[in-house]
T-cell receptor, first 111, second 113 residues
Framework: LAKTTQPISMDSYEGQEVNITCSHN???????ITWYQQFPSQGPRFIIQ???TKVTNEVASLFIPADRKSSTLSLPRVSLSDTAVYYC????????????FGAGTRLFVKA | DTGVSQDPRHKITKRGQNVTFRCDPI?????LYWYRQTLGQGPEFLTY????????KSRLLSDRFSAERPKGSFSTLEIQRTEQGDSAMYLC???????????FGPGTRLTVL
């Protein structure tokens, strides 16, 4: 399973765009990139998943360069309620998708 | 369907006691996962079921831990002879066969005194 590296913490202000980058240098051909969000005392919540280029949903965008060795989660116009831990995961979803979470990035949004 | 549910939400036990947790996944999901999370860390994978078959187990799942999913629906995680190091949040998640997204329950917080 590919190991991921992401910043331990980030600060932002309300209304700003936040970009969290994740490195996954040994990503395999079948691996997908998935991001989860977790609030204190809750289970993680799926945000977005992608394989290459760009994926966008109502919550975020995921940018994946051609070499797929990194990815960037983009949160447009964050609010205080986006303060949470964000996890980047890499794994093969066809075989059961054993999921390895790292320590995540703690995003703190200030007023 | 209201999502993944876990019971109990909190459990306090004394060292050496056995505890059992239950997870009810989203009804149409055939995949079920158990994780353990300690303060400040991400969830650690413990085990995974596809229907009733336990397909993967982490080395974290010592002989004191056992998980079952007898009818391919709900699952139980039992910890025998609990130790203080077992204190953690135990999370359950489920997904469909595509595995695109895991839906997590609220977790069971275990405190071993």
């Amino acid at each position: 399973l590919a190991k991921t590296t992401q910043p331990i913490s980030m600060d932002s202000y309300e209304g700003q765009e936040v970009n969290i980058t994740c490195s996954h240098n040994n990503i395999a051909t079948n691996d997908y990139i998935t991001w989860y969000q977790q609030f204190p005392s809750q289970g993680p919540r799926f945000i977005i998943q992608g394989y290459k280029t760009k994926v966008t949903n109502e919550v975020a965008s995921l940018f994946i360069p051609a070499d797929r060795k990194s990815s960037t989660l983009s949160l447009p116009r964050v609010s205080l309620s986006d303060t949470a831990v964000y996890y980047c995961l890499v794994g093969d979803r066809t075989g059961g998708f054993k999921t390895i979470f790292g320590a995540g990035t703690r995003l703190f949004v200030k007023a | 369907d209201t999502g993944v549910s876990q019971d109990p939400r909190h459990k306090i036990t004394k060292r050496g006691q056995n505890v059992t947790f239950r997870c009810d996944p989203i009804s149409e999901h055939n995949r079920l996962y158990w994780y353990r999370q300690t303060l400040g860390q991400g969830p650690e994978f413990l085990t995974y079921f596809q229907n009733e078959a336990q397909l993967e187990k982490s080395r974290l799942l010592s002989d004191r831990f056992s998980a079952e999913r007898p009818k391919g629906s709900f699952s139980t995680l039992e910890i025998q002879r609990t130790e203080q190091g077992d204190s953690a949040m135990y999370l359950c998640a489920s997904s469909d066969s595509g595995g695109n997204e895991q839906f997590f329950g609220p977790g069971t917080r275990l405190t071993v005194l």
